[in-house]
């Protein structure tokens, strides 16, 4: 009886956030920092003539794509940082925790900043034009990834291979930054204005890659939500019931890295959402069983990266935050509210 | 923080030892013809006088055998004036600034920290004095180029990563730089604690082309230049102001947005800024932000929805050379009706093979030629003759 108590609660929980989802994506297609009226959004959208043809590039060819990218990214974060805790058994693991966004952000440095040193980034923007970027980060976090992969088959226990990851991170980052420090203040501008993650630098050109990058980490973080509940139990209780343990790592730590490395090298090192959006819907769905949390992670991801995004250009404010500060800003309050909690359950 | 700065400036004046910094001035002073051999306190050892018409930023006071010169605006937002006393070399140092800056001049070594300062020194011809910059690969102007090739001019580190080592080892008689305010990057507050004689050069806060520009006259305070700064400096204003006067009457002002995406962040000047006030002595109008003298982050949907319309697209991304560059960057950018049109025009025409863009370096200095430029993008009738220095069309 229970059960199905519980069972209709969490339907009525997905159709919930579906709506939300749903209102959430229109909401930040018709509001922006040039105000266009909701009717005029809605008749773009079924593809007739506003009042003033301008409006129709910027809803398709600017809130739209940037619109779809923020679900894209929300979704991937979060998936990446459940997967990421789970197998970490760690509250406070995200999808960068194994040092992928240090990587993204030295393959970016690489291109921005030793511009001038090595001539990486003429020959680099020369030949990749907009991809010059997305493929420099996807390079640095490949690196990463590979390194963190290598080492994941000799060492067994996760938690040395999370210090590691850490390790990775320090060592990058300590190498940004003597690039940071050669390098002249326009460079450094541009290499921030990286760092401080956006939704918006997506364009058409660019989302088709995108998309096929997130379904396919998605695709294979589904296929390992049962795995991962075996893994909930513990590894010793895995390897009883005969799986290939180094496998089941092996996909996990692939799927987020993908997921992860990809995000960042389009929409920079978005900080927060992958940590906040799993803790958010264990503590809504009220399980930890991933074959309901993992679908829960992404929309509840797509939900929260829209309302950033939104948040990030205040209505009848003509400039704009940097999404990094929002996601923060939302993603603190639910990491804090987390810890205290769990402090409190003890 | 600025109290910290005058803090720092108080305690570094307090403790500088005047009498070996006066020893190495007097023992240079037998070679130079700086120094006053014998003082006379009636004397007015400044002569000829510079008067400043059109910075906001800074001004002069002269006495008999001293100048004092206050920077009123170091940085934005800066609580305190910075003040300067400049003593004629060989004469007394007066009494009741013992606690200010005290630079001797003329000064007979120089380091400049930013680009922006040495065509100043190449205008006043003491490009000798010059002994170090901070970045050696970046310079344009070819008087200082020809002495990095000589190996005479040392680097020693932009503003935030200044290598205070090897300036001390220089020992100039005084560094030129400028402020932010944040204490992080600013080198200024080491440098004097160091003990070195550091003058906040602020023409980037001036809002307008030739307040910058007038700027030099503030390097030449320091050299006794000020007869020099005068004739070079309104030549160029006459120059200035006679070709914005041509460009005041068209009839047709043609419409200029400035600027460049980057992951959908648009920095837009303000119309307050010394740009929005190039374009209306070019006989334009640009589109800005009311009542804002610096650049503010619009998004890319902002700046197209004002922008879409707009004639001519002016001074974007640095790297691009070539309209395809802008547009692989992002296909969006053909969307605007100055992209169709094929106006547009950057200001990286001048750029050495380190990436130093004389536009920021002698442009700055030469008002007029930029003015030049503009006029001829936007009005070529009105200069038929002239060829386009720091501006290149990109098609």
């Not at chain 1, 390098?183 to 501008?189: A, D, L, N, T």
């Not at chain 1, 290939?244 to 730590?253: D, T």
């Not at chain 2, 306190?41 to 001004?59: L, N």
Request: charged share 15%; hydrophobic share 45%.
């Amino acid at each position: 009886m229970r059960l199905i108590k519980h069972k209709q609660k969490t339907s009525i929980l997905f159709l919930t956030l579906l709506i939300t989802l749903t209102l959430a994506f229109l909401l930040d297609l018709a509001l922006g920092s040039v105000s266009i009226p909701l009717n005029q959004v809605i008749t773009i959208l079924l593809g007739q003539q506003p009042e003033k043809p301008t409006w129709i590039n910027i809803i398709l060819r600017f809130r739209l794509p940037k619109a779809l990218t923020a679900i894209l990214a929300g979704t991937a974060l979060g998936v990446s940082g459940l997967q990421m805790q789970t197998l970490f058994r760690n509250p406070l693991a995200g999808p960068f925790v194994l040092g992928i966004s240090s990587g993204a952000s030295l393959g970016v440095a690489l291109v921005v900043l030793a511009a001038n040193i090595i001539n990486t980034g003429i020959i680099f923007q020369g030949i990749l034009g907009d991809f010059s970027l997305a493929i420099a980060a996807t390079l640095g976090a490949a690196a990463v990834l590979g390194l963190v992969l290598i080492v994941s088959r000799r060492v067994q226990d996760t938690m040395t291979l999370l210090i590691l990851g850490l390790l990775f991170g320090y060592a990058t980052s300590a190498l940004v930054t003597i690039l940071l420090y050669f390098s002249e203040s326009q460079q450094i501008q541009t290499y921030l204005q990286w760092t401080f993650g956006s939704f918006a630098g997506v364009t058409w050109r660019q989302m088709p890659i995108l998309a096929i990058a997130v379904i396919l980490g998605l695709l294979v973080a589904f296929v390992q939500s049962k795995p991962l509940n075996v893994l909930l139990v513990g590894e010793s209780y895995a390897l009883t019931l005969g799986l290939n343990l180094e496998k089941i790592r092996f996909w996990i730590i692939t799927s987020a890295s993908i997921l992860a490395g990809v995000i960042t090298a389009f929409c920079g090192p978005i900080a927060f959402l992958g940590v906040a959006v799993p803790h958010l819907c264990r503590s809504l769905f009220n399980t930890s069983d991933h074959r309901v949390l993992m679908p829960a992670v992404t929309i509840m991801g797509a939900i929260l990266a829209l309302i950033a995004d939104l948040l990030c250009t205040i209505p009848g404010n003509q400039t704009v935050l940097p999404l990094n500060s929002v996601t923060a800003l939302i993603g603190t309050p639910v990491v804090t509210w987390v810890i205290l909690h769990r402090y409190y359950a003890r | 923080m600025c109290q910290m700065c005058l803090a720092a400036l108080v305690v570094a004046c307090g403790s500088t030892n005047d009498s070996t910094t006066s020893d190495t001035i007097s023992s240079k002073s037998k070679l130079t013809t700086g120094c006053i051999e014998n003082y006379n306190s009636q004397t007015d050892y400044f002569p000829k006088k510079a008067s400043v018409r059109y910075a906001q930023g800074f001004e002069v006071e002269y006495h008999k055998n001293y100048k004092v010169v206050t920077v009123k605006n170091p940085w934005q937002n800066a609580t305190n004036k910075l003040q300067y006393i400049l003593v004629q070399c060989g004469t007394p140092i007066p009494e009741k600034f013992s606690k200010t800056q005290v630079v001797k001049v003329p000064v007979n070594s120089i380091v400049a920290l930013s680009s922006t300062h040495l065509p100043h020194l190449a205008k006043l011809g003491v490009v000798d004095k010059l002994i170090g910059v901070g970045d050696t690969q970046r310079v344009n102007t070819p008087e200082v180029v020809e002495k990095v090739k000589t190996g005479k001019i040392v680097g020693v580190g932009t503003n935030s990563s200044v290598n205070i080592e090897r300036l001390l080892e220089l020992n100039p008689e005084l560094v030129t730089t400028f402020g932010t305010g944040n204490p992080q990057t600013d080198s200024h507050p080491k440098l004097l604690e160091a003990g070195l004689k550091v003058a906040i050069n602020a023409e980037y806060m001036e809002n307008t082309p030739l307040g910058r520009s007038e700027w030099l006259k503030f390097t030449a305070l320091f050299f006794n230049q000020e007869e020099q700064a005068e004739k070079i400096f309104s030549n160029s204003a006459k120059k200035y102001e006679q070709i914005a006067m041509k460009a005041k009457a068209v009839k047709k002002r043609p419409t200029v947005f400035t600027g460049f995406n980057f992951k959908g962040t648009w920095y837009t000047p303000g119309c307050e800024s010394y740009l929005a006030k190039y374009l209306a002595d070019a006989g334009a109008n640009l589109i800005c932000l009311d009542k804002v003298t610096s650049s503010l982050p619009l998004s890319f949907e902002d700046v197209f929805n004002r922008a879409e319309a707009a004639d001519y697209w002016l001074n974007m991304s640095q790297e691009w050379k070539t309209l395809k560059q802008a547009i692989s960057e992002d296909n969006r950018y053909t969307a605007f009706t100055a992209v169709k049109k094929g106006n547009v025009y950057n200001n990286n025409l001048r750029v050495n093979t380190n990436g130093g863009n004389d536009y920021w370096e002698s442009g700055i200095s030469n008002p007029d030629i930029v003015l030049s430029d503009l006029i001829k993008i936007l009005h070529p009738q009105i200069l038929p003759n002239h060829s386009l220095v720091h501006y290149q069309k990109l098609s």
